[in-house]
């Protein structure tokens, strides 16, 4: 499981050896749809589900990507740190997490288990509607 997981992650992608520095992340549209298809991905392997309200997860989603573009690894976007840096090199925090691998907890809300009162019935959600939802 661990192993799957891993091919999982954003920074497992095959073009991360240059995260965010590289021209084609410019403007960080390559990063959301990074992020956006990892977390579709995510979702389905672990059987988690997106919010019922898709502006958290777009909110959620765009907030990784940010982090990705800006420090070069998707620290989780809903906590505070002294050092963002030094969290994406101790990648305790990287999403997937510790706490959302080691037990599905992910207080942002952008996977939810079965038995979450807050959970949607999609694991998925286009690059278009991530847009709208974070665009005003
Ligand atoms: S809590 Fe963990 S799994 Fe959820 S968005 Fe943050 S880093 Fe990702």
């Excluded at 002294?82 to 305790?92: I, R, T």
Aim: glycine share 6%.
């Amino acid at each position: 499981m661990t192993a799957s997981d891993a091919s999982a992650t954003p920074a497992a992608d095959s073009t991360s050896s240059a995260p965010a520095r590289g021209p084609a992340a410019a403007g960080g549209a390559d990063s959301l749809e990074v992020i956006r298809k990892f977390a579709e991905t995510y979702a389905q392997r672990t059987g988690t589900y997106f919010c019922s309200d898709p502006g958290v997860t777009a909110v959620v989603l765009e907030g990784l990507a940010r982090h990705k573009d800006e420090l070069g690894g998707a620290l989780c976007p809903c906590r505070h740190y002294e050092d963002k840096q030094a969290e994406v090199a101790q990648a305790f925090w990287n999403c997937p997490c510790v706490p959302m691998r080691e037990r599905k907890e992910c207080h942002c809300m952008l996977f939810l288990t079965e038995d979450n009162p807050f959970r949607g019935e999609k694991q998925t959600i286009s690059l278009e509607e991530v847009r709208t939802l974070t665009a005003s």
